[in-house]
């Protein structure tokens, strides 16, 4: 495995295999790596034969308040980690690398999508991934992409930007990887106190109870009150408890199926979940 850090050193890697036609995989992260991370070089590695995972913590999609100077940055694990699972490449570029202009004047925006959710709660953040995700898949030119529908808002950014810029790339989205208790697996969880790690598994428990009472027959409106109740009871600051459609539109009364989204705060730590939910059998 090799780790690349400048943008020319990656390209000089990438060279043979591309002129090799090899199929590329990509694997965009921030770092602090666990088991949802390796999951999608576990399947990258299934479908291409070159499989490069990056790791930058991306300043633009952090707001002013948020934990960019605190992001866990751990590359010398992470490495290790990469090499047990076949990890090709490693890109880990500094900023000055990415953003050799600073501030940074160009935007990739793409609307819509990202005025709900956590676009509507992190304002600029989805610009900045859309511009970080843009460069890197400029740099790389991967085959295939992979994400994890953790962030399932983050995935639909992603795919409406290939689609308008005609990127030439396939995202793929994986399932969420949880841990034992349920609860989703996230570089902030390591933010937790031993109590706050205690009750974070009621996120996901509750979007399970969520979906169970919605196919008992109660409205969606009144699941949802319920389950804000619950978190909110249970310690957490809401952020949102909300439903949209898999496409991310307003959910209609005669829709059958949709997504289930929380956002909530322990103490300082922001956790994001969501189930998908239908109510109609195939
Ligand atoms: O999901 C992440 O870790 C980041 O948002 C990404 C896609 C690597 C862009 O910085």
Same mark, same amino acid.
């Given at each position: 495995m090799k780790t690349e850090t400048s943008v020319h050193g990656l390209a000089a890697s990438l060279h043979t295999a591309r002129s090799a036609?090899?199929?590329?995989?990509?694997?965009?992260?921030?770092?602090?790596?666990?088991?949802?991370?390796?999951?999608?070089?576990?399947?990258?590695?299934?479908?291409?034969?070159?499989v490069v995972v990056s790791i930058f913590v991306n300043p633009t999609q952090f707001g002013p308040n948020e934990d960019f100077e605190n992001y866990p940055r751990t590359l010398e694990q992470d490495s290790q980690l990469l090499v047990d699972v076949g990890c090709d490449i490693i890109f880990a570029p500094s900023v000055d690398q990415m953003y050799v202009k600073k501030p940074?004047?160009?935007?990739?925006? !793409?609307?819509? %999508?990202?005025?709900?959710?956590?676009?509507?709660?992190?304002?600029?953040?989805?610009?900045? #991934?859309? $511009?970080? &995700?843009?460069?890197?898949?400029?740099?790389?030119?991967?085959?295939?992409?992979?994400?994890?529908?953790?962030?399932?808002?983050?995935?639909?950014?992603?795919?409406?930007?290939?689609?308008?810029?005609?990127?030439?790339?396939? !995202?793929?989205? %994986?399932?969420?990887?949880?841990?034992?208790?349920?609860?989703?697996?996230?570089?902030?969880? #390591?933010? $937790?106190? &031993?109590?706050?790690?205690?009750?974070?598994?009621?996120?996901?428990?509750?979007?399970?109870?969520?979906?169970?009472?919605?196919?008992?027959?109660?409205?969606?409106?009144?699941?949802?009150?319920?389950?804000?109740?619950r978190l909110q009871a249970a310690g957490f600051t809401i952020d949102y408890v909300e439903a949209f459609t898999p496409h991310l539109h307003f959910v209609q009364s005669t829709d059958k199926e949709f997504v289930l989204f929380v956002a909530v705060k322990l103490g300082t730590t922001r956790l994001i979940d969501n189930l998908y939910v239908k109510l109609i059998k195939d």
């Amino acid at each position: 495995m090799k780790t690349e850090t400048s943008v020319h050193g990656l390209a000089a890697s990438l060279h043979t295999a591309r002129s090799a036609k090899k199929v590329i995989g990509f694997v965009p992260t921030m770092g602090n790596l666990h088991e949802g991370h390796l999951s999608l070089v576990r399947e990258a590695k299934k479908i291409c034969d070159v499989v490069v995972v990056s790791i930058f913590v991306n300043p633009t999609q952090f707001g002013p308040n948020e934990d960019f100077e605190n992001y866990p940055r751990t590359l010398e694990q992470d490495s290790q980690l990469l090499v047990d699972v076949g990890c090709d490449i490693i890109f880990a570029p500094s900023v000055d690398q990415m953003y050799v202009k600073k501030p940074v004047i160009t935007r990739i925006q !793409v609307t819509e %999508l990202t005025e709900i959710l956590c676009g509507a709660s992190r304002p600029n953040h989805f610009d900045g #991934v859309a $511009l970080i &995700v843009t460069k890197l898949f400029n740099i790389v030119q991967p085959h295939y992409a992979f994400f994890g529908q953790k962030d399932f808002q983050q995935v639909a950014v992603v795919k409406q930007l290939v689609q308008d810029l005609n990127l030439n790339v396939e !995202v793929i989205a %994986l399932p969420t990887v949880r841990a034992e208790d349920g609860l989703a697996l996230s570089s902030r969880n #390591v933010y $937790l106190s &031993v109590e706050q790690r205690a009750i974070a598994p009621l996120i996901y428990q509750s979007l399970l109870d969520a979906e169970r009472t919605l196919h008992e027959g109660e409205t969606l409106a009144d699941v949802l009150a319920q389950t804000k109740e619950r978190l909110q009871a249970a310690g957490f600051t809401i952020d949102y408890v909300e439903a949209f459609t898999p496409h991310l539109h307003f959910v209609q009364s005669t829709d059958k199926e949709f997504v289930l989204f929380v956002a909530v705060k322990l103490g300082t730590t922001r956790l994001i979940d969501n189930l998908y939910v239908k109510l109609i059998k195939d």
